[in-house]
């Protein structure tokens, strides 16, 4: 038998809030992206393989002035390891992933293998979506807050 996790009092609440930021979010990828909201989840999952092994805390001091992680830095990535990380059909990333290189978002490296230079973040569409993610976030924890739902507890770092 599988134990259910019980419901804490705020979950509900967290949930909607959280909903909520996920539309910004996805919205936002979609205005960068000429409304393929796909295209714009393939090209964040190539950022987040290629940089999720970076520390905010140990890392930091390599990142650019322009908050950018520079191109050594990052790790270039399979279409494969793209597509399972989505939970979708190899085909259909690598379709996605051609045209992310097509539109000059993307390269391709070591073989097979792709990753996002750092200039592509430079790009005015970036600086309009960053700038929509932090207000986005900054939403998010004050509705978080004025709910009285966050708790300081010790957190892993975030990589």
Do not use: W
């Not at 805390?57 to 270039?76: F, S, Y």
């Not at 990535?77 to 539109?103: D, K």
């Not at 070591?110 to 005015?124: D, W």
Request: proline residues 5%.
């Amino acid at each position: 038998m599988i134990e259910v996790p019980k419901r804490l009092p705020g979950d509900l609440i967290l949930a909607r809030l959280c909903s909520n930021h996920l539309l910004r979010m996805l919205s936002t990828i979609s205005q960068i992206f000429d409304g393929d909201l796909i295209l714009g989840i393939v090209f964040v999952a190539i950022n987040q393989a290629a940089t999720d092994h970076l520390s905010f805390g140990r890392d930091a001091r390599a990142i650019d002035e322009e908050e950018v992680v520079p191109n050594h830095l990052r790790r270039p990535v399979t279409v494969l390891s793209i597509a399972n990380s989505l939970n979708l059909p190899r085909e259909t990333v690598r379709r996605h992933v051609a045209r992310l290189i097509e539109r000059g978002y993307c390269v391709q490296v070591q073989g097979r293998r792709v990753m996002i230079p750092a200039e592509v973040y430079l790009k005015p569409r970036f600086a309009q979506a960053f700038e929509n993610n932090r207000r986005d976030l900054h939403a998010l924890i004050s509705a978080v807050r004025r709910a009285g739902l966050l708790h300081e507890e010790p957190v892993d770092e975030v990589h």
